[in-house]
């Protein structure tokens, strides 16, 4: 689409990847709660499809292009979980998916996409070779790329994790989520500026990755300081679509140390019994933070993925 | 109660424990059924309360009893699950637990157990120490003694598990648990017996820890010929209660090495996203050691627990 989502846009989309896509649970911890001083819903997108949101992005994109377009194929470039999730739904609507991935991408993350058949390109580790290098594969098979969050169908599907969240616990005054490209963000945004306007929006973002509280700050889309994170899905800048809705819709955006989010990741792993990614628990890290403006209130997070390598994990 | 529970014994304790335990997800995936061959659903009991099954049978143990009995608290001997099940259970009707422990048991069970205001009475590690001082805390006390599985009560309580799953699965054609005194694997037999009564009940024990499949051979209780396994949760014997569910209701069990066992464990945490402890593991570890028995089947299988410790994983 070529608009900000609509709430009949998003909840038509809901209808249209359910098919394809998990109905994620909600979890909570009576112990969590004590320690947080609140209460809180976690949205579980690592119990997802590929283990991430990305999922739901993905699919709605390429489930809203024409025949014509999905049989030509669709390309990506990605070293992280919006590549499978573009191979999962090309593999979903029969197609092809051309991933372009980064020479020195690991191991675990060009299976994953061989396994859901993608047919990846490597190309030098940088943007230039990235873009170049998706070009090259438009111009030879007519394949439509779709960007990993600056897209509005993609900011669609990714709101639907949210109205799964809202229709659950309808009570919520707060919804948080992590901020990278602002996908995911701003997707959470929309769907509770529609479905429960009183509650607030608030991100999680890593020092070590600073580049949206200061475009929320500057309003204008900035670069990080420096990037310096444990939590690699939030390593990029903001689009011009994603920061359009972020501006209008976000309340707030907290910062967090990487002493914090492996902190707060462990408190996860150990209370709720699932695997989460770092980049999931930068928001919980961020209201652990700042605990006295969460005091007993109801607050929902979404964890977004469950791809770690176990053998290395940072506790 | 004093007789094998009924369905009707086993629906009533179901709606009894309904507002104390979570629903817990049954999850799958695509990978896991592709590796696995055959269709698998797991019943997710390491995100029940307390992380594992255990809370279910507990809770009813203890709401059977009187208000005369409840007042006067409620006693155990436990270094693992159903120890913090008794402490969660006495905690919801308002009254004391008295948890019996070894002197040497791990820092975190006991203070699982202080977390849910258990009192811990210390023993020396033995069987017989610990049964000693149970009775002199029932002699100072007048609280009531719940045996962790040789309890028709208990068993009641874990069975609804496998009620849940097969609500939610009603064709599946085999139901897997793991087994230990049997507490859970002789609730599922009975559950799937009433329920889905051409469905198997197959489980899974480690070779570590075999004294169920002689016993299930020999037809008397027996002891296991060495106890050497990762699988914590499944050391015990079979009690009298147990063992005679067991042989009338389960049609196999199949044994598996340590190796398997963490293999299977690694592929879950990997694949659903999910911790779940070693015991779990393993009636998935026998699905996979003998695939061709379960080849183009739907499979249930009950996951346990969650409760590891994260600092010292085995991969």
Redesign the interface.
């Known amino acids: 689409m070529n608009h900000i989502p609509s709430l009949t846009d998003i909840l038509a989309t809901h209808e249209k990847i359910k098919p394809y896509i998990i109905h994620t649970?909600v979890?909570s911890s009576?112990?969590i709660n004590e320690l947080a001083g609140c209460e809180v819903f976690f949205k579980c997108e690592?119990?997802q499809?590929i283990?991430a949101f990305k999922a739901r992005g993905g699919m709605n994109a390429v489930l809203s292009l024409s025949p014509e377009e999905q049989q030509k194929g669709i390309t990506t470039h990605s070293s992280g979980n919006h590549a499978q999730a573009i191979a999962l739904a090309a593999k979903a609507v029969h197609t092809k998916a051309y991933i372009v991935m980064p020479r020195n991408a690991p191991e675990i993350k060009k299976s994953g996409v061989k396994?859901l058949n993608g047919e990846i390109i490597e190309c030098e580790p940088t943007l230039e070779a990235r873009e170049t290098t998706v070009q090259q594969v438009i111009d030879r098979t007519g394949a439509t790329f779709i960007h990993p969050f600056n897209n509005y169908d993609v900011i669609a599907g990714q709101a639907t994790a949210a109205v799964e969240l809202i229709n659950e616990v309808n009570t919520l005054q707060v919804i948080m989520a992590p901020v990278g490209g602002g996908g995911l963000l701003s997707g959470t945004a929309l769907a509770t500026h529609y479905l429960l306007p009183d509650a607030e929006v608030i991100a999680g973002e890593p020092e070590g990755a600073a580049d949206a509280i200061l475009s929320f700050k500057s309003g204008k889309i900035e670069k990080a300081p420096y990037i310096k994170t444990i939590a690699d899905g939030l390593l990029t800048n903001l689009g011009d679509k994603t920061f359009e809705i972020i501006r209008a819709y976000v309340k707030d955006i907290i910062t967090v140390s990487e002493e914090e989010i492996v902190a707060a990741m462990?408190l996860v792993?150990?209370q709720?019994?699932?695997?989460?990614e770092p980049s999931s628990a930068v928001p919980f890290a961020a209201l652990l933070k700042q605990k006295e403006r969460f005091a007993g209130k109801q607050v929902g997070i979404i964890l977004t993925g469950?791809n770690v390598d176990?053998?290395s994990?940072p506790?």
Chains 1, 2 share one sequence.
């Open positions: 649970p979890l009576e112990k690592n119990l499809k283990g396994y462990k792993w150990e709720l019994k699932i695997v989460i469950g176990l053998g994990l506790f």
